[in-house]
């Protein structure tokens, strides 16, 4: 599914974020930035040994040697990926939805997306962060994604976007929430 939106596009796609060719994808990595399990560690895998020496040295820029803040975003070279940057946002981990998760997974989303227009990227991958391990429900998720990224593409010039959902039911839920927002 394809939608036009001012003079950007929004595309919902099924399939491996690892494989895709757009500028930047992103990675929903934890607070240490040396990987993990699901699409983090499947990035990591993919890029190759140097994404993990520069995500150390970032990390070692953090004050004090802390975790990235969930919400927050960095970037990263691509390596051995075909995408030629790798942005790293700390999705919120699902604990019922009082402990205001949907501000900081619309963070994740916004920052990102500040991060590539900041650097000059026309052209960005998400995965559908905090969904997996996180634990986040896909429907509320969907439409926090979608919500956060329709209004940062009202509001900005960036090109494209790409919703990419690694299975059937995520794709169908993002579809049903992407209609359900126009």
């Given at each position: 599914?394809?939608?036009?939106?001012?003079?950007?596009?929004?595309?919902?796609?099924?399939?491996?974020?690892?494989?895709?060719?757009?500028?930047?994808?992103?990675?929903?990595?934890n607070g240490t930035l040396l990987g993990g399990g699901g699409v983090d560690g499947a990035i990591h895998k993919a890029a190759g040994p140097e994404l993990l020496v520069e995500c150390k040295r970032i990390?070692?820029?953090?004050?004090?040697?802390?975790?990235?803040?969930?919400?927050k975003a960095?970037?990263?070279?691509?390596?051995?990926l075909p995408?030629?940057?790798v942005i790293h946002t700390v999705g919120p981990v699902w604990q019922g939805g009082a402990?205001?998760?949907?501000?900081?997974?619309?963070?994740?989303?916004?920052?990102?997306?500040?991060?590539s227009l900041d650097n000059n990227i026309n052209s960005i991958s998400f995965p559908s962060i905090s969904t997996g391990v996180y634990r986040f429900p896909v429907k509320p998720a969907s439409e926090i994604a979608l919500r956060s990224i329709l209004e940062f593409l009202d509001q900005n010039h960036l090109g494209k976007v790409i919703m990419m959902l690694y299975s059937e039911r995520d794709f169908d839920v993002y579809q049903s929430s992407l209609k359900k927002l126009l």
């Amino acid at each position: 599914m394809k939608i036009n939106i001012k003079e950007n596009t929004l595309e919902l796609m099924l399939g491996d974020i690892t494989k895709q060719a757009t500028e930047a994808i992103v990675n929903a990595a934890n607070g240490t930035l040396l990987g993990g399990g699901g699409v983090d560690g499947a990035i990591h895998k993919a890029a190759g040994p140097e994404l993990l020496v520069e995500c150390k040295r970032i990390r070692k820029g953090l004050l004090k040697g802390e975790l990235l803040s969930t919400g927050k975003a960095v970037m990263t070279g691509g390596y051995s990926l075909p995408a030629k940057f790798v942005i790293h946002t700390v999705g919120p981990v699902w604990q019922g939805g009082a402990n205001d998760e949907e501000r900081l997974l619309s963070d994740c989303y916004r920052n990102s997306l500040q991060l590539s227009l900041d650097n000059n990227i026309n052209s960005i991958s998400f995965p559908s962060i905090s969904t997996g391990v996180y634990r986040f429900p896909v429907k509320p998720a969907s439409e926090i994604a979608l919500r956060s990224i329709l209004e940062f593409l009202d509001q900005n010039h960036l090109g494209k976007v790409i919703m990419m959902l690694y299975s059937e039911r995520d794709f169908d839920v993002y579809q049903s929430s992407l209609k359900k927002l126009l």
